[in-house]
């Protein structure tokens, strides 16, 4: 483990030793998302795979540049001649070539290169032991010539596939971002409403602790009036132990919550002790089928990403295989040339195109083999089908999804409604039965019995309001809604 990775494992250790005893860290939901957009690292690495497909659009931009070439060489070479008589002369020339040359190919697959070339020559005749220079001087060649592929690489169709390919690569990493920015949104505000449920549950085990406690006292000073019986105490006492193992795991529960929405926002040190100090909204209309198969059209971002992958297959298939068709290409040169003694002259020579050299041919080759153009080709359609597949699958998820996600707001709802009926009845019995025990007509049980209603409701109360808003958040999420209303912030 890393010297970086063991001080933030020590700290975490730490913080769940030391439980609720450190100070609370209360945060609004608001708060939440933005550091969870600016510290998170899979976003992070989403916006970083944009830029590398813009990278790679640049490079693709200038796929085709113009190529600046230089080159020098010496060449010597010493040939026999048969003379009269069975004897050998030699022919040695020497030469010293200077050239450049600009070349470019573009996206139609036409190649053109001009070239221009200079030459110093020496030849010489040797026979037996004596030579005799015979002569030397110097050369200028200008060259322009053109390859045009027929066949194989032939229009921008081929040349200019990388270029598409990279475009909706790009695409296709924006849309990826979009979809991991909103699932970091929806992934935070859910955390954020379990750690309010969280936080509600701590207070409401918390509260009824702190009655139990009251009662226990009361009681005990009850038996030293001699108004309540010893054993009566122990029901009490039974009670604040119960009470005090529920907030223990109430608070253990607060921390574990804390601490996942710590790292969905990048901020793990101190995340034990955050408290959620915005409620979830209550006043929510849950979406029709209609309009979520509106927004599912027009806006969701799972099944946009979806769609760019499509498109991405497609652009690759269109020139699968295109390396194994055979090639046929049409290729010419015209070349000028002159030689002087002198350099100028012979460029001179050069420049009045007297000497002329002109070809045009054909070049043609294949492969004896077609089996893998067509299991290139095959494969690219099997992955436009898969992605088509995939795209139909992504829209039948995310609408089931999201009308389940209506249906459970709806149900939610309704339990928020009742919840709160039935929290108002429990709390009317619990009073009660409270007089009743102070009257001497109860029994301290019924009273406990009345107490654990109020406290079961209330609970329910907030899981239904953390459930009705974690629905609209996942509706959000599924049709779009919620990335395009944070984009706005």
Request: aromatic share 4%; no cysteine.
């Amino acid at each position: 483990m890393s010297n970086r990775i063991l001080p933030r494992v020590f700290s975490l250790l730490l913080l769940a030793g030391t439980g609720t005893a450190q100070a609370e860290t209360p945060i609004d939901a608001n708060t939440a998302v933005r550091q969870a957009l600016a510290n998170n690292w899979n976003l992070k690495s989403a916006s970083l795979d944009i830029e590398r497909a813009r990278q790679d659009v640049l490079a693709e931009e200038d796929r085709y540049p113009y190529i600046f070439g230089a080159d020098a060489g010496v060449t010597r070479s010493e040939s026999p001649r048969l003379t009269t008589g069975d004897n050998v002369s030699s022919s040695i020339s020497r030469s010293y070539t200077v050239g450049s040359s600009l070349r470019r190919t573009f996206a139609t697959g036409t190649t053109g290169e001009v070239r221009l070339q200079g030459d110093r020559f020496e030849n010489e005749t040797q026979q037996g032991f004596s030579g005799s220079a015979v002569g030397s001087g110097y050369g200028v060649t200008g060259r322009l010539s053109v390859t045009q592929p027929l066949m194989r690489g032939a229009g921008t169709r081929v040349g200019e596939a990388e270029l598409r390919a990279a475009r909706v690569s790009r695409a296709l990493a924006e849309r990826t971002k979009q979809r991991v920015t909103s699932a970091l949104i929806r992934d935070v505000l859910l955390g954020y409403w379990e750690l309010w449920y969280a936080n509600e549950s701590e207070s409401i085990e918390a509260a009824a602790l702190k009655l139990a406690q009251a009662q226990e006292k009361e009681a005990k000073e009850r038996v030293r009036q001699g108004a309540l019986a010893p054993a009566d105490v122990l029901t009490f006492t039974t009670r604040v132990a119960q009470l005090e193992e529920s907030v223990v795991s109430a608070g253990i529960g607060k921390e574990q919550r804390g601490l996942s929405l710590g790292q969905l926002m990048g901020t793990m040190t101190d995340a034990s002790n955050l408290v959620a100090s915005s409620a979830p909204p209550t006043s929510l209309t849950p979406a029709s089928r209609t309009e979520i198969e509106a927004s599912l059209r027009s806006g969701s971002v799972e099944l946009a990403e979806a769609e760019a992958q499509v498109r991405l297959a497609k652009t690759r298939a269109e020139v699968a295989g295109e390396a194994s068709r055979a090639r046929l290409d049409l290729d010419g040169f015209v070349q000028t040339e002159g030689v002087s003694t002198g350099i100028p002259k012979a460029g001179a020579r050069a420049a009045q195109m007297g000497w002329l050299t002109a070809h045009v041919g054909l070049t043609f080759e294949t492969p004896l083999t077609s089996s893998r153009g067509n299991a290139q080709r095959n494969s690219a359609v099997l992955a436009v089908k898969i992605a088509e597949h995939n795209v139909r699958a992504t829209r039948d998820r995310i609408a089931s999804q999201a009308i389940l996600a209506v249906s459970e707001q709806r149900a939610a709802e309704r339990r928020h409604q009742l919840a709160e009926r039935t929290l108002e009845v429990a709390k009317k019995a619990h009073a009660a039965e409270k007089e009743r025990f102070e009257l001497g007509q109860g029994l301290p049980i019924t009273v406990q019995q009345a107490e654990d209603e109020v406290r079961r409701a209330q609970l329910r109360v907030a899981r239904a309001r953390v459930d009705m808003a974690q629905a609209e958040i996942s509706v959000q999420h599924l049709s779009g809604r919620l990335y395009r209303t944070w984009l706005r912030r």
